[in-house]
């Protein structure tokens, strides 16, 4: 049984179980408190958008997930079982791909290429690259996902962020992933792109996936996800489904509603003119 058969049966067998778990979990850079009491639950089938301001511990948070560092203190279970994970190859191992914003794919290599680094096929008894399979698969994956990407044997450089974004989605949901954790997916692109990018994140979902979704931007959270946690200076400010919270108030969450207010007053002392009224705020109805 491979490690991921091994995965989705224990995932099956126990569906209330959250597949990422965190308790208390802290995470300290010697005297630099990044993470402190982070509890959050995340579960297949469901997109928890983490949102909060630069230096909120974000980055911090998917790192401890995704191997790349470890935690100073709490629990992390993956499917009800305690890991403390020394590599993003152990976090890989255990269905858990993650997606960074610039790092997803090698800029020089093709497209098929990058859907099939680290997992290339190979063929027999020589185990030289099977380049044409590797070719037709990566067409069928992206076109299965709706993704149009003309001529594969394009360096990945040459695409657009977003596209890059929705070739490492697919990728991911391709190679078995049971949880996706995407950085910033849409922090780089337009409209448009970011829109093709949302959509990719709920076919993740839809597929099954327990979808990890770090943003700035309430709008982009609000239009795909289920469950909403803001993290503030490294602590969890609000923990929250959909059906408990609006748009406007999960927008003056993440502008932290008092400090505007106190901004505005300290605007209005420079220039009378620079006032945020209610109605202008963002997220305001
Ligand atoms: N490797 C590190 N060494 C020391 N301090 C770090 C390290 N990584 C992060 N920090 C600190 O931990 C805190 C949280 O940083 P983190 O990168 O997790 O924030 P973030 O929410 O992802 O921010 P951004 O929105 O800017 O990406 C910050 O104060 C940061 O300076
Ligand atoms: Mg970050």
Redesign the pocket.
């Known amino acids: 049984m491979t490690t991921t058969d091994k995965f989705a049966e224990e995932a099956s067998t126990s569906p209330n179980t959250p597949v990422v778990h965190l308790e208390e979990v802290g995470?300290s850079?010697?005297n630099?408190?990044?993470?402190r009491g982070v509890s959050l639950a995340v579960r297949q089938g469901e997109i928890t958008c983490v949102l909060?301001?630069?230096?909120?511990?974000?980055?911090?948070?998917?790192?401890i997930i995704a191997g790349l560092?470890e935690h100073t203190d709490g629990v992390l279970s993956v499917n009800g079982e305690e890991r403390r994970f020394s590599s993003p190859r152990e976090s890989l191992d255990s269905g858990i791909a993650t997606v960074y914003q610039d790092l997803a794919l090698a800029p020089l290599m093709s497209v098929w290429r990058n859907f099939f680094l680290g997992n290339e096929i190979t063929k027999r008894p020589f185990g030289r690259l099977d380049d044409r399979k590797m070719k037709r698969v990566a067409d069928e994956e992206l076109t299965k996902m709706g993704i149009s990407i003309p001529n594969l044997e394009q360096p990945v450089g040459m695409l657009s962020g977003g596209q890059r974004q929705c070739i490492a989605i697919a990728r991911a949901i391709y190679f078995g992933a049971k949880v996706l954790i995407l950085?910033?997916p849409t922090a780089a692109l337009g409209v448009k792109q970011s829109g093709v990018v949302l959509k990719y994140i709920v076919k993740a979902r839809d597929a099954g996936l327990g979808v990890v979704f770090?943003t700035?931007n309430p709008h982009h959270a609000y239009l795909v996800g289920n469950h909403f946690v803001v993290?503030k200076?490294?602590r969890v400010a609000l923990d929250t489904h959909r059906a408990d919270i609006t748009l406007a108030q999960l927008t003056n969450e993440m502008a932290g509603g008092s400090e505007l207010e106190s901004l505005s007053h300290e605007l209005r002392g420079i220039d009378p003119e620079l006032v945020v009224e209610p109605q202008d705020r963002p997220g305001a109805i």
């Open positions: 995470k850079y010697g630099v408190h990044a993470l909060g301001d630069n230096g909120a511990g974000k980055s911090t948070l998917i790192k560092h950085d910033e770090i700035h993290l200076l490294g």
